[in-house]
C-alpha cells in the first residue's frame, strides 16, 4: 500500500501519510473549504495567520514552520485558490507574483 502524498504546484511530492491524524484532518478540512471556493485571503489567515494551526504556537512563519510538510501542502492549497481566483498568478520561475489584472 503506497503512503498518500499530495502535489505541491511546483511538482515535488509531500508525504503527508506520517502527519498525525489532527494535521490530516486540519489539511481536509482546509481542501474541503477551498473546494467551496473560499476567499483566498480568509485560507491564507487560516494557514498563517494569527494563532493559526500550521504554526503551531509560534507567532510567525519561521523558516523552521516554513519547512514542515503541514505547512507547506496548507499553503499550496490556499495558493491554488488564489491562483484560481485570480489574486495570485505563478510567473516563471514557480514563484506566485501579484496578478496586475486584479479589478478589471
Given at each position: 500500500?503506497?503512503?498518500?502524498?499530495?502535489?505541491?504546484l511546483?511538482?515535488?511530492?509531500?508525504?503527508?501519510?506520517?502527519?498525525?491524524?489532527?494535521?490530516?484532518?486540519?489539511?481536509?478540512?482546509?481542501?474541503?473549504?477551498?473546494?467551496?471556493?473560499?476567499?483566498?485571503?480568509?485560507?491564507?489567515?487560516?494557514v498563517?495567520g494569527?494563532?493559526?494551526?500550521?504554526?503551531?504556537?509560534?507567532?510567525?512563519?519561521?523558516?523552521?514552520?516554513?519547512r514542515?510538510?503541514?505547512?507547506r501542502?496548507?499553503?499550496?492549497?490556499?495558493?491554488?485558490?488564489?491562483?484560481?481566483q485570480?489574486?495570485?498568478?505563478?510567473?516563471?520561475?514557480?514563484?506566485?507574483?501579484?496578478?496586475?489584472?486584479?479589478g478589471?
Open positions: 500500500m503506497t503512503q498518500p502524498s499530495y502535489r505541491l511546483d511538482g515535488e511530492v509531500v508525504d503527508v501519510g506520517r502527519l498525525p491524524r489532527r494535521d490530516l484532518a486540519y489539511l481536509l478540512d482546509l481542501q474541503r473549504r477551498a473546494m467551496e471556493d473560499e476567499n483566498y485571503f480568509d485560507l491564507e489567515r487560516a498563517c494569527p494563532g493559526a494551526y500550521p504554526l503551531q504556537g509560534s507567532s510567525r512563519v519561521t523558516s523552521a514552520v516554513h514542515t510538510p503541514l505547512f501542502v496548507a499553503e499550496d492549497i490556499a495558493y491554488r485558490v488564489g491562483i484560481r485570480g489574486v495570485m498568478a505563478p510567473n516563471d520561475d514557480d514563484k506566485l507574483a501579484p496578478n496586475e489584472r486584479i478589471e
